[in-house]
Nanobody, 127 residues
């Protein structure tokens, strides 16, 4: 059974940083596409970033160089380093993983691209 468990969320001031972690069990991070989505209250769930099995990265435009996705294949952990956080970044952040073996450039940003979802970790950016 695949399980994705996020951690690292919390309350941070504007301009601050957080690093989210996602521990994967029953799943090997090295061979698949993994990523992060987020959902703010009253808004649709949206993609943030993805990391392909070849190490290439994909980001939504709003990230604008502030976030970095990475992983530790030895420990099966996916990370999202978030810097220069803004109040608009406040949301529940979800770790996602697929079973396809690659991040489809035409659909990685879609919810239905990913087969596995974590429970989410809350990020709040406020003064």
């Amino acid at each position: 059974e695949v399980q994705l468990v996020e951690s690292g969320g919390g309350l941070v001031q504007p301009g601050g940083s957080l690093r989210l972690s996602c521990e994967a069990s029953g799943y090997t991070t090295v061979h698949y596409c993994m990523g992060w989505f987020r959902q703010a209250p009253g808004k649709e769930r949206e993609a943030v970033a993805a990391l392909d099995s070849d190490g290439s990265t994909l980001y939504e435009d709003f990230v604008m160089g502030r976030f970095t996705i990475s992983k530790d294949d030895m420990q099966n952990i996916l990370y999202l380093q978030m810097n220069s956080l803004e109040p608009e970044d406040s949301a529940t952040y979800y770790c996602v993983a697929d079973s396809h073996g690659y991040c489809d450039r035409g659909s990685w940003y879609r919810v239905d691209h990913f087969d596995y979802w974590g429970q989410g970790t809350q990020v709040s950016v406020s003064a």
